[in-house]
C-alpha cells in the first residue's frame, strides 16, 4: 500500500495537542495545522503549530524532517509546562474521576 495523506487543515485545537515539528504543545485555542492519512502503511495524524509548518514549507522539509527537532515557535512551552499549568488551573487539580 503506497504512502498518501489527505489536504492538510488548519484549526482551533479544542484540546492540548503536540506538535511533531518542534515537540512543544500547541495550547487549547491555538490555531494549528493538522494532516492525515498512510504512511508505511499505518493511518497517521500530525499536528504542526502553524509556523513550524510554515518554516518546513520554506526549507522544502514538509515531508522529511526529524520529528521534535524543530524550533518552536517564540513563547510556546513545553508539553511538561504546559500539562502543569493545565493541573494547576483544573478545579480538580488535573484529576479525572
Known sequence: MGNFFHPMTEQASRTL?????????????ERYCKQSGVWEGDYCTN???????????????AF?????????????????DARAALKSTSPDGGSHG
Not at 17 to 29: D, W
Request: proline residues 7%; charged residues 20%; aromatic residues 8%.
Open 17 to 29: 495537542r503536540q506538535c511533531i515539528c518542534c515537540a512543544y504543545a500547541i495550547e487549547k485555542g
Open 47 to 61: 499536528h504542526y503549530h502553524t509556523a513550524c509548518w510554515a518554516a518546513l514549507l520554506e526549507e522544502g522539509a
Open 64 to 80: 522529511e524532517f526529524t520529528p521534535g527537532e524543530g524550533d518552536p515557535p517564540e513563547g510556546s512551552r513545553s508539553m511538561a
